[in-house]
């Protein structure tokens, strides 16, 4: 039997292992728990935030959600909400400085929201909702450290933090950057919000805008790289002899 009958084969087998390798590398990276949106104005007030949680094992289930809200820089007014098959239990925290706000002074905010009684299944994320009556005014980003337990007592610590420059860490911790407020009335910030921080259709969807554009940056490399087994087949199918 000609070797030329062989090459497309072991052609195909190396760009399939490939192709599954770039696929499994872009799913890896993009299955850590996060923060949507990624970006609200600093002072923002009445929002959302979204942590996803998506499930990693194969094998066991995530059984409990564990967030913990940062109280250096305290996000005021935290309401949970109500989430199918999952009990949710809020924990506050004495403020090293209180807060002065409108309403008075707050000497305490909330620190930690548990979730526990659902399920995430194998190839599975939920979304918890959180909404906000206020976030800092005097900080450039909030880390949302996140503790994430499964069905087999296996608990993953989304806690680590990257320094300027350093490349992401294994387990990174959910980040929300506050941004400058814009400073044209009823306009709207980079983030999709309006001019008193109030979330927009498109800003509580630009973390999964983010994500899908990543997911097709990554399919782009797939087709490219079949593209180019291709053409070698149509060159090795020239080359036979008659």
Do not use: C
């Amino acid at each position: 039997m000609s070797a030329h009958r062989f090459l497309p084969r072991r052609a195909g087998a190396v760009v399939v292992l490939a192709a599954a390798a770039v696929v499994a590398a872009a799913g890896a990276a993009s299955a850590h728990v996060t923060v949507h949106p990624e970006s609200y104005p600093e002072g923002a007030t009445d929002g959302v935030l979204t942590f996803r949680i998506p499930n990693e094992e194969d094998t066991a289930s995530t059984t409990e959600v564990r967030v913990f809200l940062p109280t250096d820089h305290p996000v005021l007014g935290v309401l949970v909400s109500p989430q199918d098959g999952w009990r949710a239990k809020v924990t506050t925290s004495k403020l090293r400085t209180p807060v002065k706000t409108d309403d008075g002074t707050l000497t305490d905010a909330v620190s930690e929201i548990t979730w526990t009684g659902g399920r995430i299944g194998a190839g599975r994320y939920e979304d918890f909702d959180v909404a906000f009556g206020e976030l800092p005014d005097n900080a450039r980003q909030l880390t949302f450290k996140t503790l994430q337990t499964y069905s087999d007592g296996r608990t993953v610590r989304w806690i680590e933090e990257a320094a300027p420059g350093d490349d992401e860490p294994e387990n990174p911790a959910p980040v929300l950057r506050l941004t400058a407020k814009s400073g044209a009335p009823g306009g709207t910030s980079a983030a999709g919000t309006t001019a008193d921080g109030t979330a927009t259709a498109s800003g509580a969807r630009s973390g999964a805008s983010d994500s899908t554009a990543r997911g097709l940056g990554v399919a782009g490399l797939v087709v490219g790289v079949l593209g180019l087994v291709a053409a070698g087949f149509a060159v090795l199918r020239g080359r036979r002899p008659a």
